[in-house]
T-cell receptor, first 113, second 112 residues
Framework: DAKTTQPPSMDCAEGRAANLPCNHSTISGNEYVYWYRQIHSQGPQYIIHGLKNNETNEMASLIITEDRKSSTLILPHATLRDTAVYYCIVSLRTGAGSYQLTFGKGTKLSVIP | NAGVTQTPKFRILKIGQSMTLQCAQDMNHNYMYWYRQDPGMGLKLIYYSVGAGITDKGEVPNGYNVSRSTTEDFPLRLELAAPSQTSVYFC???????????FGPGTRLTVT
């Protein structure tokens, strides 16, 4: 499985864009990049995922470099409620047809008033 | 929709006891998953299922068993509980892969 590297923590001012980086230099062609977040001790919440192209939804944007070795999650206007641990995950398709998620330690994002 | 529900929310077990963690989803998802999360760590996959009657091991299956007799339910069985199984257990479901997984609120288990 491809591994990911994320900074352990980041701060962001409220109202500003939060840019969370992730390195996945050993990613292979059929592996997706997923982003989830976990607020306090709640269950993780899906944010976005992508394969090759940049993706955008109502929560965030995902920018994947052309060589797919790194990506950036962008929260366009961070609020205090975005304070959470953000996980970048590269997922490999299993023989049973499921994409397994392997969570690392993630990045603790603190949004500052 | 209630989404993914888990019971109980908290449980304390003595070493050697057994218990079943319940997980149910009302979204008609085919795929269901069990994860554990140790303090300060990310989640690790224990078992998963791609449909009723089909289960497979994840990264850390030892000490656990699962069954999937219906689409809605995916119980996790702990046999002979050990202190190393003290953790927070999350159940999740997804429509298919690689679609997003929806997580339940978790079960906090302490084995003493």
């Amino acid at each position: 499985d491809a591994k990911t590297t994320q900074p352990p923590s980041m701060d962001c001012a409220e109202g500003r864009a939060a840019n969370l980086p992730c390195n996945h230099s050993t990613i292979s062609g059929n592996e997706y990049v997923y982003w989830y977040r976990q607020i306090h001790s709640q269950g993780p919440q899906y944010i976005i995922h992508g394969l090759k192209n940049n993706e955008t939804n109502e929560m965030a944007s995902l920018i994947i470099t052309e060589d797919r070795k790194s990506s950036t999650l962008i929260l366009p206007h961070a609020t205090l409620r975005d304070t959470a641990v953000y996980y970048c995950i590269v997922s490999l398709r299993t023989g049973a047809g499921s994409y397994q998620l392997t969570f690392g330690k993630g990045t603790k994002l603190s949004v500052i008033p | 929709n209630a989404g993914v529900t888990q019971t109980p929310k908290f449980r304390i077990l003595k070493i050697g006891q057994s218990m079943t963690l319940q997980c149910a989803q009302d979204m008609n998802h085919n795929y269901m998953y069990w994860y554990r999360q140790d303090p300060g760590m990310g989640l690790k996959l224990i078992y998963y299922s791609v449909g009723a009657g089909i289960t497979d091991k994840g990264e850390v299956p030892n000490g656990y068993n699962v069954s999937r007799s219906t689409t809605e339910d995916f119980p996790l069985r702990l046999e002979l509980a050990a202190p190393s199984q003290t953790s927070v257990y999350f159940c999740a479901s997804s429509r298919s892969s690689p679609y997003e997984q929806y997580f339940g609120p978790g079960t906090r288990l302490t084995v003493t």
